[in-house]
């Protein structure tokens, strides 16, 4: 048999079974009982229909599969974008707090001190970008009555001095800089040392050329004296953290931790005018300390 032959044949029969199928579901419906050929028929092609059904059946769940992971994969994008949109809401909201106690803070002290001093608040908006520890930029200058000379303050302590002005701007040099000395004191004891200086690319400061028997230890609270003439006194300076004796036995130094946090500094008073000290001048005024802090303005 030609191949020809054998394709017409294939597809007669294939014609016929379907016809025969056609023939027993149509009538089927009417009758009751099935011929003996049909249900030969019937059995011979129940696996063929079983394994197609098996296939339609895989091909419906791939399509649901396929389906369902895009639905999901739209959605976990969706949760992503929202998820980033409720960190920031609580980044901003965390930031808000921090500045509303900063700003508490911050008026708090202008109250308590109402009797001690003048006050202008400025922001922070730059640093010097070679030394971050030694000049920070404040938003106050002429316009507002700010003059060089002028002492930088905030709720947690001393910060340093206003060396340059511009209109709206103005330059204030650290007490982290060794140009931004101040005499000090001890708080518990009454006792004036002589001078803290800043220690270079460093946010501690050191007490110098203390004599041996200066009364200093560690966890004393550190104040300016008031002497040299820049520097109202009592104002809180920092803690000490270390005391250490100098190589040949006649001078220590103490190492100082600021209260000033100086890394996070964002606001800052300027003193505009001294009405009272924060506690009085006892002791004379020396000439290193006035020295020292008359410094070499930048």
Same mark, same amino acid.
């Given at each position: ?8 044949? *294939? ?6 079974v ?16 099935s ?29 649901? @599969?396929?389906? =369902? +992971? /895009?639905?999901?994969?739209?959605? +976990?994008?969706?949760?992503q ?5 409720? /960190? ?12 509303n ?6 008026? =708090?002290?202008?109250?308590?001190k ?13 640093? +010097?970008?070679t ?5 920070? $930029?404040? =938003? ?50 009454? @006792? ?5 200086? *800043? ?20 966890n ?5 004296? *008031? ?36 890394e ?5 008073? $300027? ?12 002791? /004379? ?12 303005e930048?």
């Open positions: 048999m030609t191949r020809r032959k054998k394709v017409l044949v *294939g597809v007669l029969l294939t014609g016929l379907l016809l025969t199928l056609r023939i027993m579901f149509l009538t089927g419906l009417e009758r009751t009982k011929l003996p050929f049909e249900v030969a028929l019937r059995e011979m092609l129940a696996p063929l229909q079983k394994g197609i059904t098996s296939i339609i059946n895989i091909a419906d769940n791939y399509t649901a @599969y396929f389906e =369902d +992971n /895009e639905l999901l994969r739209r959605q +976990n994008e969706q949760l974008r929202q998820v980033s949109e409720l /960190e920031e809401e609580i980044y901003a909201l965390q930031e808000q707090k921090l500045e106690e900063r700003l508490r803070a911050l008026l =708090d002290y202008q109250q308590e109402y009797d001690n001093y003048e006050m202008v608040l400025a922001k922070v908006i730059g640093r +010097n970008p030394n971050w520890y030694e000049m920070i $930029i404040l =938003d106050k200058g002429k316009k507002q009555g700010i003059r060089p000379g002028m002492v930088v303050v905030n709720h947690d302590g001393l910060i340093g001095r206003v060396v340059q002005v511009s209109v709206n701007t103005a330059h204030v040099l650290l007490i982290l800089d060794r140009e931004g000395a101040v005499g000090g004191r001890i708080l518990e004891n009454r @006792y004036t040392p002589g001078v803290v200086v *800043g220690v270079d690319n460093s946010q501690y400061l050191e007490m110098i050329h203390l004599a041996h028997d200066v009364p200093i230890e560690p004393q609270t550190i104040v300016s004296s *008031g002497l040299g003439g820049v520097f109202p006194g009592g104002i809180r300076i920092g803690k000490v953290v270390e005391v250490t004796l100098e190589p040949q036995g006649l001078t220590k130094t103490a190492k100082i931790k600021p209260f000033v946090d100086f996070r500094l964002e606001e800052a008073f $300027i003193i505009t005018q001294v009405k009272k000290t924060e506690e009085p001048i006892e002791t /004379e005024e020396t000439e290193e300390t006035e020295a020292l802090e008359g410094g070499s930048h």
